[in-house]
């Protein structure tokens, strides 16, 4: 029989996640688009640009250009990983190394010290593209209505992503060091709060709002 033990540190957590969320989703729509349009301090936040779109898109689109610059700059780090650990499998004696640790395999079998190691860092970057595509449809998505919540949430996103990825890749093995910086948990908050704002956009274009 499996027993399930209550874990009150993620109840926490997610109690914080939830409350970052509805923040972004809720709060911070709603004073993007009721209150700061009045203030003259922050009227420069719906002025439209060429394109007929809203200025303050401009946060949203950059922060994508640069997530997908990072992105491609840390798959090119798992790549030099690769050799690295290869290198440190031969130097210990490990079997079959080359054909192991090296393309085209993905991850490199058994449970060795070095195998592990190099699968976390491996996983830093491919777990990225299991919710890449639908966080940034959600997220541009939810920037039509709401920019400067979208532009929040996609900057949210991406410090989480950057410091679950590095955590990962230098966990040497132990995956729950992705989580060691509380900055981890944004590329849930990020995502989510991207997901609400999408559905808030679909729900001013069904009401003609």
Request: charged letters at 15%; aromatic letters at 14%; glycine letters at 10%.
């Amino acid at each position: 029989t499996r027993v399930v033990y209550f874990c009150p540190e993620n109840m926490v957590q997610t109690v914080k996640i939830l409350s970052q969320v509805t923040f972004m989703a809720g709060v911070l729509p709603y004073l993007e688009t009721s209150i700061l349009p009045n203030d003259p301090m922050f009227s420069f936040l719906s002025e439209k640009s060429g394109v007929g779109l809203p200025r303050s898109a401009a946060i949203m689109f950059f922060i994508h250009a640069i997530s997908g610059l990072w992105i491609t700059l840390w798959g090119l780090m798992v790549g030099s990983k690769r050799s690295v650990y290869r290198e440190k499998a031969r130097k210990d004696g490990e079997k079959d190394v080359d054909e192991r640790y090296g393309l085209p395999n993905l991850y490199v079998e058994g449970c060795t010290p070095h195998s592990k190691a190099f699968n976390c860092v491996q996983r830093s970057h491919q777990q990225i593209f299991e919710t890449l595509p639908q966080f940034i449809t959600a997220n541009i998505i939810g920037g039509i209505y709401f920019p400067v919540s979208a532009g929040f949430a996609a900057a949210v996103w991406f410090v989480g992503r950057v410091t679950w990825a590095k955590g990962y890749a230098a966990s040497e093995g132990e995956p729950k060091n992705r989580y060691d910086s509380p900055f981890s948990y944004g590329i849930w908050t990020g995502y989510l709060a991207s997901l609400f704002l999408a559905c808030g956009t679909g729900v001013r274009v069904a009401m003609g709002w």
